[in-house]
């Protein structure tokens, strides 16, 4: 017993027909796309659905979350990433939270992330102080629950932080500066240890759907020897090794003053760039990393929204593009962007380049946007195998489209106007290998109103233990404020924004 989709305006995304509708039926045997075609086979079992006034496009791959951010979602305003940083990752005074408050914070996250498109994370988790294997489990277990694919890290910072930012150490109290060196981190080899051990706990997860991946967070963040084990481990295992390199002025600065070279010479100097190595950002790159980052097939995830809310810049997309770098696009977390939801990363993306420069050939096309939300991610995830393009043999992660929508109306180009005019409204059916996990609006898999009311019961809680990280960490806004300050007003050999104005009164 088959799905079949009939007569519907199909984006496959494929080297054909890429971003142009066309009129296709698809055929869907449990999980994956058996045929794709003008006429498809349909036999008597089969389920028909009528796909005429729907449009029908991959699912979006989010190319770069943090779904631990979701209890920080709408706190923060005005700050840049390492002051922010400081309040949603807090250095000091973090008490673990539990496996099941996790299980409902992912679920609670997949939810709104599946009712907005979105069919695949790569979700880089980080839990304060530090992940143990129940924790993570309790994400896996979230998201094979809900039906979301999803690649789940193993975010490890094993430097204590205050050395991983220029500048800022020296202007601490000292007993301050002792007491975040004291704190353990975890060895290269403990961190490759219990990623080996995920690897291994996860490996057939729901077919391979909810998979675990690498993610050093920095150069600047990691030794040496941990990143280049984990860029070593990714391959070996065929999932991403995913790092944050060169969101911020300050890191183009850090690498400067850590390695006296770029960030990107810094990590294809240890043997840290390969194919599955995707690098989160890349704002601050100039032309030589950008070069190295094609010549050893390193993907990036590009987080337009984040990158604005953040103040931290504005990747070169036409750069990227004409050096063959694959994008992939994301919303970042929950804090950095306060959602989600995927259009409005897709509208960023095609908008935010326009302003870099009058030359209007070199701005985003609608097309080349919805291909770094589709393609372009399911390569930075390194699942371009199953998933990002609608063809037979692919994983039937599908979107389904009410055509006949204000937001499509008039019916002009629907692909221009999923992109500009498109918030999510008009979807009505969402499927991840081959099951509806969206339909009408409402989740299959979970209850999210119970899910919901269940977190508003403990937010008080949370909310208090927020207050307190804040006001515990809030020993090191002065020394960080003056570094952010001061890397603003350095000179990187790169210019992607023209940095804050000194004048301006400290907003938190
Ligand atoms: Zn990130």
């Not at 679920?107 to 988790?125: H, I, R, W, Y």
């Amino acid at each position: 017993m088959a799905l079949v989709i009939r007569d519907a305006e199909v984006l496959t995304m494929d080297a054909v027909t890429g971003a142009t509708p066309v009129r296709r039926s698809i055929r869907i045997d449990g999980d994956t796309i058996t045929e794709v075609g003008t006429r498809v086979r349909t036999d008597d079992t089969d389920t028909v659905l009528d796909g005429r006034d729907r449009l029908v496009c991959p699912g979006f791959v989010n190319a770069h979350t943090h779904s631990w951010e979701y209890l920080a979602k709408g706190r923060y305003d005005n700050l840049p990433l390492e002051l922010w940083m400081l309040y949603s990752y807090p250095i000091l005074g973090a008490r673990p939270l539990s496996p099941d408050l996790i299980r409902l914070r992912s679920l609670l996250f997949a939810a709104e992330s599946l009712k907005s498109g979105v069919t695949t994370l790569v979700d880089d988790v980080l839990e304060t102080p530090a992940q143990d294997l129940d924790q993570l489990d309790a994400v896996v277990g979230a998201y094979d629950r809900i039906g979301i694919r999803a690649d789940v890290s193993g975010h490890v910072i094993n430097r204590p932080f205050v050395d991983t930012v220029p500048y800022a150490a020296d202007r601490l109290p000292p007993a301050v500066v002792s007491t975040v060196r004291s704190r353990p981190v975890p060895t290269a080899q403990e961190y490759l240890d219990f990623s080996a051990e995920a690897l291994r706990r996860y490996r057939d997860r729901a077919g391979g759907r909810v998979r675990y991946m690498l993610a050093p967070s920095g150069p600047q963040r990691c030794t040496d020897d941990l990143i280049t084990g984990a860029a070593e481990l990714a391959p070996a295992h065929d999932v991403s090794c995913h790092i944050h390199v060169l969101e911020t002025k300050v890191q183009a600065v850090t690498g400067r003053e850590f390695h006296g070279s770029t960030l990107v010479e810094h990590l294809r100097r240890i043997g840290a760039l390969t194919p599955n190595t995707t690098l989160a950002h890349g704002i601050w790159v100039t032309d030589a990393d950008i070069d190295l980052l094609a010549e050893h097939g390193s993907g990036v995830a590009h987080n337009p929204v984040s990158n604005l809310k953040l103040g931290s810049g504005i990747a070169p997309w036409r750069r990227y593009h004409r050096a063959g770098v694959t994008l992939g696009l994301g919303t970042d977390g929950c804090s950095s962007s306060d959602t989600p939801r995927m259009h409005d990363v897709l509208k960023a993306a095609a908008l935010l380049h326009k302003v870099t420069g009058p030359d209007h050939h070199d701005w985003p096309r609608a097309d080349e946007v919805l291909r770094a939300a589709t393609a372009g991610g399911a390569r930075t995830a390194h699942r371009h195998h199953e998933i990002g393009t609608i063809a037979p043999g692919m994983q039937a992660d599908l979107l389904l489209y009410d055509l006949d929508t204000l937001a499509f109306t008039p019916r002009n180009r629907a692909e221009l106007q999923l992109v500009h005019s498109e918030n999510g409204s008009s979807l009505r059916r969402v499927l991840v290998a081959g099951r509806t996990v969206v339909e009408d609006g409402r989740l299959t898999t979970v209850d999210e109103d119970a899910l919901r009311a269940e977190l508003a019961e403990l937010m008080p809680g949370i909310r208090a233990e927020q207050d307190r990280l804040e006001r515990e960490n809030d020993v090191f806004a002065d020394a960080f404020e003056w570094m952010h300050r001061t890397c603003a007003g350095e000179d990187v050999g790169v210019h992607r924004w023209s940095g804050p104005d000194p004048s301006l009164a400290r907003s938190h």
